[in-house]
């Protein structure tokens, strides 16, 4: 007889699988400082998930087995310390915990009314966020799913004080009318600010990227003289706290003279780069986000909270309001003495992200974080200071964050073409060895690597491996060259 596995009728596995998924949890992590970040097999392990829709169950327990047995080696160890591939944290043990709460409580943090818990939380959470990044009380803010869904949050209400200053509510009329929305930034925008363009119909070719160099570094001469011919009419400038090739900065400070002086909003996208903030030693690299009108950051990059957890902060949250308010009799009115987060951002139901946000910062407090930057900041100096001491590497950019933007660069080999196709190798080769994870960028035109540190559990021994793979592999490389 066909097993038909109810879940009203094997309610009684719920105790089983949870006690069986700790156990693998426990396993996993017990092995994820050693382990190797890609295991092999992980394509043929992923792929070993086939076939139609079952039209009988296997139950939970038997469904839980197979996505461990079968899913275990096509898993990435990203939340591991040698992950270092574009900039992604891990979670602390607090946020990891907090998570698995939120599972099991399965709060709508749509509103207070569906979940009072998730909806303070949110509020303490953005509270206490705003205290570590030094941006103004007064700013409202809301939690997403990752920076690019800030970067909308942020960039819409820019966009609906751009249309107000043209006479147009667009949340409510559209564009039809309106001249194109200027939109000024530099080579370092990341192209999830692009993307959010699109998103919200502004237009991903209406961003103009003025660069002074190769590398993408800012020309804000050029943004000035942009600004002047727009003839006082609002534009959106976007600032980029942290970019992803070698951790550097735009002049935020100078940019909000030019968004004052010339009437723009200024949105800064600090998906790590915000963190700079919380630490003495590297606050100075985004000085004046505080004159901002949008700003954001990550919670899945350096604060150590599992996926998926960003956040939004804007000076006036009124705008946001304007654009994501639904109304229907059944929802919380808008006289709702309490924040009504499906209001200020994009989703309307909504994970209750601020559960391991509130638990990481309730646990380690603003020194605990303070502490896990600084050590990173260290280990970027570290890893710099290996590479220099090298010869066979170079390092191609200063080390102003928690990004070493370095290739290999034999002696006596100095054709561009050959040293990036070597470099381009090398990176295939070590995503494919699995010891490290990083893997290559273009800087400036050259291939390179860009590893980032923002792991809580990366150590000096980690970062360490980076440079003896990296020698391991491009020796092998050359030799078979
Ligand atoms: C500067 C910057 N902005 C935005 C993003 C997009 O973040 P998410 O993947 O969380 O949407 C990233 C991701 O690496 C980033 O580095």
Known sequence: MPRVPDPLLTKHETEEALAFIADEALRFLATLDTDRVRHDGADEAAESFSGPLPEDGDGALEALATLVHQGMDAAIRSPGPRFFHWVMGGGTPAALGADWLTA??????????????????????????????????????????????????????????????????????????????????????????????????????????????????????????????????????????????????????????????????????GAFGLFARAVESARDLARGVERAHSVIADGHKWLNVPYDSGFAFVRDTSLLAKVFTLTAAYLPAPDDPHSVFMNL????????????????????????????????????????????????????????????????????????ARLDELNRRIGESVLRDGRVYFGTTSYGGRVAFRPAIVNWRTTERDVD?????TRELAARELART
Not at 465 to 469: C, G, Q, S, Y
Request: charged letters at 25%; glycine letters at 8%.
């Open 465 to 469: 491996l980076i440079v003896d793979v």
């Open 345 to 416: 951002s994009p989703e309307s139901s909504r994970r209750a992200r601020a559960l391991p946000i509130w638990a990481t910062l309730r646990a380690y407090g603003r020194r605990g974080h303070q502490t896990m930057i600084e050590r990173h900041l260290a280990l970027a100096k570290h890893l710099a200071a290996r590479v220099d001491a090298t010869d066979d590497l170079e390092r191609l950019a200063d080390v102003k964050l928690n990004i070493v933007c370095f290739r290999v660069h034999p002696r006596g080999l100095d054709d561009a």
């Open 104 to 269: 099991v409580l399965d709060q709508n943090a749509a509103s207070w009314a569906s979940s009072p818990l998730a909806a303070r939380l949110e509020s303490i959470a953005i509270a206490w966020l705003k205290d570590l990044f030094r941006l103004p009380t007064t700013w409202g803010g809301v939690l997403t799913t990752g920076a690019t869904m800030a970067n909308f949050v942020g960039l819409a209400a820019a966009r609906q004080w751009w249309g107000e200053r043209h006479g147009v509510d667009v949340a409510a009329q559209g564009f039809a009318g309106l001249p194109p929305v200027p939109v000024l930034t530099g080579g370092y925008v990341h192209p999830s600010d692009t993307k959010t363009l699109a998103m919200l119909g502004i237009g991903r070719d209406s961003a103009r990227a003025f660069s002074r160099d190769a590398v993408g570094r800012i020309d804000t001469e050029a943004v000035e003289d942009a600004l002047r011919a727009l003839h006082g009419a609002p534009s959106i400038v976007i600032a980029s706290a942290g970019e992803v090739n070698a951790g550097d900065f735009d002049p935020i400070d100078e940019l909000a003279d030019l968004a004052e002086r010339y009437g723009g909003w200024l949105h800064v996208d």
